[in-house]
C-alpha cells in the first residue's frame, strides 16, 4: 500500500475505554456506595454499553437517552433500587472521571512514535467531543495527530461516508493513499469502504476472527505492514 495519512479509530483502538471505564465505575461504586457485585456490574454493563452505542451511531437515540439508559438497565438487571436523580448524577460523573484515566491499547505509544515521522496522523471518532479531546490531552497522545475529527462536529457519525468525506477533504488526502484503522467493522472498516479508503480491522476484544478485511490483532503489527 503506498499510504500518506493514516486515519484511527479512538476508544478501543488506542485508547483503552474498557480499562478506563472500570477505574471510572470503581470511583462512582465509592462515591455512592453501591453495594452490587463489582465484577458482575462491569461484565453485565459491557455488552449493554454497546447495544446502546450502536443505537446512537444509527441515529435511533439521542445522546441523553443513551448516557442515562444504559446505567438504568444495569441497575435494572440487578433489581437495585435507585432514584433517577441519583442515576442522572451518576451519568454525569462518569462522563468527567472517564478521561481522567489514560490507559492505551497495547503498543499505542510505541506504533505513534514510529508512524509519526512517516505518515500523516489523524483521528475519526464518534465519541463526545467535550469528552474525546480531553481523553487525547490526559493519555498524552493529542500531539501526535493533525486534525480530530469527531461525530457531533461533523454531524454525522461513522459509518455514514459523509465523515470520512469530511476528514479526507478537511485532510487534503487521498482514499487510495489513506488507510482507516479501527476495530469496529461495521463502522471503522465498512464506513471507510464505502469512500474507497484502505481498510486494516484491528480484532483485538474477543470479536469472531473473520477473511473480509485485512486484519491485525495487535497495535505493533502495523509495524510489518506500513
Do not use: C
Amino acid at each position: 500500500m503506498l499510504i500518506k495519512s493514516i486515519f484511527f479509530d479512538l476508544d478501543h483502538t488506542l485508547w483503552d475505554f474498557e480499562k478506563n471505564s472500570e477505574l471510572s465505575f470503581k470511583k462512582i461504586f465509592k462515591k455512592y456506595t453501591i453495594t452490587i457485585n463489582f465484577e458482575k456490574f462491569i461484565e453485565a454493563y459491557i455488552p449493554i454499553n454497546f447495544k446502546y452505542w450502536k443505537l446512537y451511531r444509527n441515529g435511533e437515540i439521542s445522546k441523553e437517552f443513551l448516557r442515562y439508559n444504559r446505567l438504568k438497565e444495569v441497575f435494572n438487571l440487578f433489581d437495585y433500587e435507585i432514584d433517577d436523580k441519583i442515576i442522572n448524577n451518576i451519568s454525569h460523573d462518569y462522563i468527567e472521571f472517564l478521561p481522567e484515566n489514560n490507559k492505551l491499547m497495547d503498543g499505542a505509544i510505541e506504533i505513534l512514535e514510529y508512524l509519526k515521522p512517516k505518515y500523516r496522523l489523524f483521528i475519526i471518532t464518534n465519541g463526545f467531543r467535550e469528552v474525546q479531546d480531553k481523553k487525547l490531552k490526559n493519555s498524552k497522545i493529542k500531539h501526535y495527530f493533525e486534525a480530530i475529527y469527531d461525530s457531533e462536529s461533523v454531524g454525522v457519525k461513522k459509518p455514514d461516508p459523509k465523515i470520512f468525506e469530511h476528514a479526507l477533504k478537511d485532510s487534503g488526502s487521498n482514499p487510495k493513499e489513506s488507510l482507516m484503522v479501527g476495530d469496529n467493522y461495521e463502522a471503522d472498516v465498512l464506513g471507510a469502504k464505502k469512500l474507497r479508503i484502505n481498510t486494516l480491522h484491528f480484532v483485538a476484544h474477543g470479536e469472531e476472527i473473520h477473511n473480509k478485511n485485512e486484519t491485525i490483532f495487535k497495535l505493533i503489527e502495523l509495524k510489518s505492514i506500513l
